[in-house]
């Protein structure tokens, strides 16, 4: 079995702050994990993933994220805030053929 | 490119009704899947096809019904609707077992 802890639904940031979403979880093979973000009544687009090799991986819009393997922690991050961050960002992990299990979500508000 | 397509993008049924969600990628994807998307529940999966004429069953799987007859296509049947089946409906698709995920635009259904 494989879950997927977001910690925070809602998280609030100011513009030009450091955003850093919490991702946790726990998986019985070795994980492909994914950052996802929703903007509103859009479909859910790829940020960042990691799969093999280097642990710190960045993606679009200047996010990254760190796989750490000894805390079970995949959480992402982002130095300064810009407005059009704003939107839901969800945390999944997939053990193999595409069976993927998908946190619940944290919307992010950015504060002007 | 189109990427996911899905049809129709709203939908109000009344209990009982049946209908079909369509889903169809362009991408020459091997795997397809079925989500609904709740609030506070992140994204749940209902079906998903490794190829034309594999289908299985995910985490949330009764009520619905999936065929995967051709590779582009993959549509979502519901027999018959109950309210609890009020939703976001995305389908996804991939070119592996572990690549990332790439979205429709989401169905939402409510069905009264």
């Known amino acids: 079995a494989q879950s997927v802890t977001q910690l925070g639904s809602h998280v609030s940031v100011s513009e030009g702050a450091l955003v850093l979403l919490r991702c946790n979880y726990s998986s019985s093979v070795p994980p492909y994990l994914f950052w996802y973000v929703q903007y509103p009544n859009q479909g859910l687009q790829l940020l960042l993933k990691?799969?093999?090799?280097?642990?710190l991986v960045k993606g679009i819009n200047g996010f990254e994220a760190e796989f750490k393997k000894s805390e079970t922690s995949f959480h992402l991050t982002k130095p300064s805030a810009h407005m059009s961050d704003a939107a839901e960002y969800f945390c999944?992990?997939?053990?193999?053929?595409?069976?993927?299990?998908f946190g619940i979500g944290t919307k992010l508000q950015v504060i002007p | 490119n189109a990427g996911v397509t899905q049809t129709p993008k709203f939908q109000v049924l009344k209990t009982g009704q049946s209908m079909t969600l369509q889903c169809a990628q362009d991408m020459n994807h091997e795997y397809m899947s079925w989500y609904r998307q709740d609030p506070g529940m992140g994204l749940r999966l209902i079906h998903y096809?490794?190829?034309?004429?594999?289908?299985d069953q995910g985490e949330v799987p009764n009520g619905y019904n999936v065929s995967r007859s051709t590779t582009e296509d993959f549509p979502l049947r519901l027999l018959s609707a109950a309210p609890s089946q009020t939703s976001v409906y995305f389908c996804a698709s991939s070119y592996s077992t572990v690549g990332e995920l790439f979205f429709g635009e989401g169905s939402r259904l409510t069905v009264l």
């Open positions: 096809s490794v190829g034309a004429g594999i289908t």
């Open positions: 990691y799969t093999t090799g280097a642990t």
């Open positions: 999944a992990v997939n053990g193999g053929y595409q069976k993927v299990t």
